[in-house]
C-alpha cells in the first residue's frame, strides 16, 4: 500500500461546542501524489495509521499540549481517546481528506505537561531602560527562568496589569526595583510545569494564580509575568476556581489582595460603613464586593464619574457618587472606613466618623488617614476562593480587553490613562 499521508495529524481550528467544551478539528491529509484510493483500503489504512499514532492535542486554552492523548480503538465511524474525558468522531469528508471530531468533556483533566517539554527560551515583553510605553519590546528569546527549592514554574496563560507595572517602569521605585534589563508583570494565572523540589502542595498540571511578587515595591521580580512562563513561590499562588477562567482568574490577584489587606488593616466587620473612592477601577471594584459579601458591610458608597455609576450599584454599593457633580466630603453623612484608591487623603480624612479608619493606597496621608503597600499571598486567595466559586464576588475585566500578547503596549497605554474599568488583561500568551 503506497498511500503517504503528508499531515498525518494536524489541529485546523478549535471550537466551541454549544455546551461551552472546547472541541478540536483535526485534519488527517493524504498525500497529492495517491490518487483514488478503493474505500476500504483508505478506511483500513487509515485505522492502522490512527491505532500506531499519538496524536497531540493542543489544549485551547493553556496552548499546553498533554502527555498522552492517543486514538487506541479506531473504528472508522467513532474513535476514542485513551484518556478517559475524551470522546471523537471520524469522518470522510471526501476523497484526500479526513476529519477528526475530538471534544473533550472535562478540558483541566486534558491540561498536563512534561518538564522535558519546557523550552530555554521563551517570548517576553521586557524593558533595560525606564521610561514610557516605548521602552518596551518584545523579545522572542528570553532565557527560561531557573526555579529555586521553594518555587514552581508557570506557564503563563494570562497576566494583568496593575499600576504599579507602569511606575515601575517609569523608575519611581529605582531605588528598591529588582535590575534592569526586566520582564514586568506581577498578576499571573497559569499552569504549573515544574515544581522545585521545597514545594509541598502544588504539582505539575495544577491551575494557579496568584502576584508573583511578594513585596511589590521593593525588589519585585526580576522576570514577571508578561512572558510565556514565569517562576513564582508556592506560596504566593492559589488553585485557580473552576468556574472561572484564567483571563479572569489573571485579572485578581493583586488588586484583590490589596483590597483585602485594607480592609483587614482598617478593621472593617460586619455592621460597618464604608465609602470606596475610585469604585470603578482594578482595586476598588473589589473593595466594594469584599465590603459586602466577605466583611458584611451594612452601608458601601463609592466614587466615579457619571458612566461608571451603574457599575458601582451592579458591584455592591448602595450609594453611588458621582465625582463629576457632587463633592463627597461635603456630604453630612459620614462612614466607618474610607478607602481611597484615587489620592485624594486630605478630602478622605473629611468624610470618616471621629474613630474611623482611612486607607490611603496612593499620595499624601493624613492623620488618621494610613497607607501601606501590599503584601503577596497565596493564603489570602484561598480565603477569598469559596466567595469566587460561589459567584459572590466576580472578577472585573476592562470590556476594552482582554488584550492579545502582542498588545501589550496598548494595554499599558489605556491603563495609563486612568480611566480603566475594573482590571486591563493580557490573554491569550502563547
Ligand atoms: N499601596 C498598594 O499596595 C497599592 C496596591 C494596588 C494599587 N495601588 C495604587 O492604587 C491606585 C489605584 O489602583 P487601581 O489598580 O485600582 O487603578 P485603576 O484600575 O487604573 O484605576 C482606574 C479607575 O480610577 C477611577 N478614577 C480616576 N480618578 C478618579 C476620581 N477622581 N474619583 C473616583 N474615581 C476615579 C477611574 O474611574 P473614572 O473613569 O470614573 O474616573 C477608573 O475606573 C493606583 O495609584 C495604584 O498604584 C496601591
Redesign the pocket.
Known sequence: MATKWKHFSKVTCVRQLPNNKPKLHIVLQRDNRTEQKEHQQTCALMETLISSTTLQLRNPQTSLFPKTSHFNSPAFSRVQFSSKPCFGVLNRCNKNCFKVFAASQSAPAEVSTSSSSIPSTMKAWIYSEYGGVEVLKFDESVAVPEISDDQVLVKVVAAAL???DF?RRLGKFKATDSPLPTVPGYDVAGVVVKVGSQVKNLKEGDEVYGDISEK?LDGPKQFGSLAEYTAVEEKLLALKPKNIDFAQAASLP??IE?AN?GLERAGFSAGKSILV?????????LVIQLAKHVFGASKIAA???T??LELLKSLGADLAID?TKENFEDLPEKFDVVYD????GDKAVKAVKEGGSVVV???AVEPPGF????TSTGEALTKLNPFLESGKVKPVIDPKGPFPFSQVTEAFSY?ET???????VIHPIP
Open positions: 496593575n499600576p504599579v511606575k511589590a493583586l488588586a490589596t489587606e473612592l475610585g469604585g470603578a477601577g482594578g482595586v476598588g471594584s466614587t466615579s464619574s458612566g461608571k465625582y484608591t484615587v489620592g485624594q493606597l496612593t499620595g497607607r501601606f503597600v501590599v491603563l486612568n480611566r480603566a474599568t475594573g482590571k486591563v
